[in-house]
């Protein structure tokens, strides 16, 4: 069995979602090994789904749970870091958003993805209860 992982060449980021955020992993983002922390990749994860879904839903979100986690490449400290982030279904209060991430080498053109997951968030009004999810507007 090889554990050599697949080119990415030819790979580029996907068009079913917007950038939600982008950034720099830093020195302070790092786990002991000197890797960025996957802790810190999963805090950005679901802070750009919670962006994705607060903006569907026209108000506060709740984040209720984070599932199929994966974790294809390491990120390195100066990589630029790219969230893309988009609903794959939409119910009554709820809704699940995919979020795949993306690097590029400080230097560099290429970009690999490096981790992918799946998020569901709940609408919630003031009283912090679920709430329905307004219809989509027409753009």
């Avoid at 002991?32 to 999963?42: E, K, Q, T, V």
């Avoid at 995919?98 to 053109?109: I, L, P, T, Y």
């Avoid at 993805?113 to 912090?128: C, H, M, Q, S, W």
Wanted: hydrophobic residues 40%; aromatic residues 8%; charged residues 25%.
């Amino acid at each position: 069995m090889t554990s050599e992982l697949p080119s990415t060449e030819s790979v580029q980021p996907t068009d079913r979602g917007q950038a939600v955020i982008r950034t720099v992993a830093m020195p302070t983002d790092t786990n002991p090994a000197g890797d960025i922390f996957g802790g810190w990749l999963m805090a950005q994860m679901d802070m750009a789904a919670g962006n994705v879904a607060a903006r569907r839903a026209r108000g506060r979100c709740a984040t209720i749970s984070a599932e199929a986690m994966t974790f294809h490449r390491p990120v390195f400290v100066g990589d630029e870091v790219s969230f893309y982030a988009w609903i794959v279904k939409t119910g009554r209060t709820s809704m699940r958003i995919q979020v795949e991430v993306w690097r590029r080498e400080r230097e560099g053109e290429a970009t690999m993805k490096v981790t992918e997951g799946l998020f569901t968030f709940v609408a919630i009004g003031p009283d912090r209860r679920p709430r329905p999810i307004p219809e989509e507007r027409e753009v």
